[in-house]
Nanobody, 127 residues
Framework: VQLVESGGGFVQAGGSPRLSCVAS????????IAWFRQAPGKEREGISC????????TYAAPMKGRFTISRDVAKNTVFLQMNSLKPEDTAVYYC?????????????????????WGQGTQVTVSS
């Protein structure tokens, strides 16, 4: 079971990078995939989650509007499109997988509910 993120790097404020998370070793449709981020000295926070089976999505309230999650079932890949980035968006971004437990609720954005994690990708936003 493996998740591999890519797409991070140095971005100027206002930039719009897209992160990718490629899943392998499990049945993609059986899982929900979420994006989290962790800035230095801060707790890991949920951004968004998508159900692989039907594409249902949910977002943490502060992330709505600038972040968009999507999936490509044929490629077992989940994306996070980030727009209008700010220096305070600087963090390590992680994707994580959890068994799909039905329609999305708030628990899907709690990091401690996930037991499969990628290695993370650093996003640094310069002003």
């Amino acid at each position: 079971v493996q998740l591999v993120e890519s797409g991070g790097g140095f971005v100027q404020a206002g930039g719009s990078p897209r992160l990718s998370c490629v899943a392998s070793g499990f049945i993609f449709d059986d899982y929900a995939i979420a994006w989290f981020r962790q800035a230095p000295g801060k707790e890991r926070e949920g951004i968004s989650c998508i159900r692989s089976t039907d594409g249902e999505t949910t977002y943490a309230a502060p992330m709505k509007g600038r972040f968009t999650i999507s999936r490509d079932v044929a490629k077992n890949t989940v994306f996070l499109q980030m727009n209008s980035l700010k220096p305070e968006d600087t963090a390590v971004y992680y994707c994580a997988a959890a068994r799909d437990a039905g329609p999305l609720t708030s628990w899907y954005l709690r990091h401690y509910e996930y037991d499969v994690w990628g290695q993370g990708t650093q996003v640094t936003v310069s002003s």
